[in-house]
């Protein structure tokens, strides 16, 4: 049988009272004093065991009870081999002397590799003072990342892969492109570099993020780079410049631009307006002129009508009866007396009068004939 924890602590079970013997009686206040002493060094071997986590090294605690911080989970030896115990946050009960244990952070942790030399493509020595690595260890991940890597996995896949990984990146670029061209772009390089042979080889391990400070160079070398940024900053200056005259030049040819189109769409509009006033005229005078060809028309037919009218009246009158008292008339309106020893022949035959008249009747006849036509 295994001892109990006060055997194994050095605490010897105390002996029980003997019983008192018929022939002596017991002695006053000795079976108390022997109790309480019991009772007495029980608590104090009790708190001992208790106590010592906070007073020893956890690895090789003495105590039976131990406690596990939150955000960390407890792992176990026994005898130096890894137990596949997995404990969460809390307080538990351990074997002393022969188990210990560890608490293994399993929430993010920042581990800071600091100083960190390297060489650039050109022989150039810089060092990174600072890299800051956000890590986490995956707690389904634990035992297996510890039994392969121990406590300090993190030395193995952070610390000294970081350094492997900048010496490696510093070796093939120079130095500007390390200090200015491609420094926005060492996180991200470091951080799929890591995660990378972690995914491989160490599955547990998750790298969140890579933070990387500034590398310090030779004192000449930086002064140089100042220089050339305050170069650079001058072009930039002067490029800006360039770049407020351009716009304002651009500015001042669209506001002349925009000028010449509004006179030009005002002259456009005044020219088409006069067009439509002068196009306006033209349509009233067509319809006076219209009007004056219909009341002209209206005129010229009426005349004709009327001297057709006449015409046709006249073609009436045109009777031998009428013209020989229209010849009659004529002629007694301009009688005229003659003195002297001759007269002047005069044909006053009716008949040949008569003939006359009918051959002029019929001239009219054509005539207003033809005119109808």
């Keep these: 049988m295994d001892p109990s924890p006060l055997q194994r602590g050095g605490f010897s079970p105390i002996p029980p009272s003997p019983s008192p013997s018929p022939h002596h009686p017991p002695p006053r206040g000795g079976g108390s004093s022997a109790s309480i002493l019991s009772v007495l060094f029980f608590s ?53 002397l022969v188990t210990q244990y560890e608490a293994v952070q399993v929430t993010l942790q920042t581990d800071q590799v600091r100083d960190i030399p390297c060489g650039t493509k050109g022989g150039v020595m810089i060092n990174f003072e600072k890299i800051e690595v956000v890590n986490r260890l995956h707690k389904d991940y634990v035992y297996e990342t ?84 305050e170069e650079r900053t001058k072009v930039l200056i002067a490029i800006e410049k360039q770049k407020v005259f351009e716009k304002e030049a651009e500015t001042m040819k669209k506001m002349a631009i925009s000028e010449a189109e509004k006179n030009a769409n005002v002259s456009r509009i005044l020219m088409e307006q006069k067009l439509m006033e002068k196009e306006n005229a033209r349509r009233q005078q067509d319809i006076e002129n219209q009007i004056y060809l219909a009341r002209e028309k209206s005129l010229a037919d009426a005349d004709f009508y009327r001297l057709l009218k006449e015409a046709e009246a006249n073609k009436l009158k045109l009777t031998p009866q009428f013209l020989e008292l229209k010849f009659i008339e004529a002629i007694s309106s301009n009688t005229k007396i003659f003195f002297g020893n001759k007269i002047p022949n005069m ?21 207003a004939f033809s005119s109808e036509m």
Aim: with cysteine; hydrophobic share 35%; aromatic share 10%.
């Design 347 to 367: 044909i006053m035959d009716q008949r040949m009068l008569g003939s006359f008249l009918q051959n002029v009747s019929r001239e009219v006849s054509k005539v």
């Design 44 to 96: 104090v071997g009790l708190l001992f065991f208790v106590m010592v986590p906070s007073l020893s090294n956890p690895h090789h605690s003495l105590s039976i009870l131990h406690q596990v911080p939150e955000g960390h989970v407890g792992v176990y030896w026994r005898g130096g081999a890894l137990l596949k115990t997995i404990t969460d946050p809390g307080f538990h009960f351990k074997i002393p």
């Design 146 to 229: 510890l039994l392969n890597y121990g406590v300090q996995y993190d030395h193995t896949w952070i610390y000294d892969k970081i350094h492997h990984e900048i010496n490696q990146f510093c070796s093939s670029h120079s130095l500007q492109q390390v200090y200015i061209d491609v420094f926005d772009q060492i996180d991200e390089k470091m951080k799929d570099a890591l995660q990378g042979d972690c995914t491989k080889y160490a599955p547990g391990i998750e790298i969140i993020s890579v933070r990387v400070t500034k590398p310090t160079i030779p004192e000449s070398i930086r002064r140089n780079f100042e220089q050339m940024e």
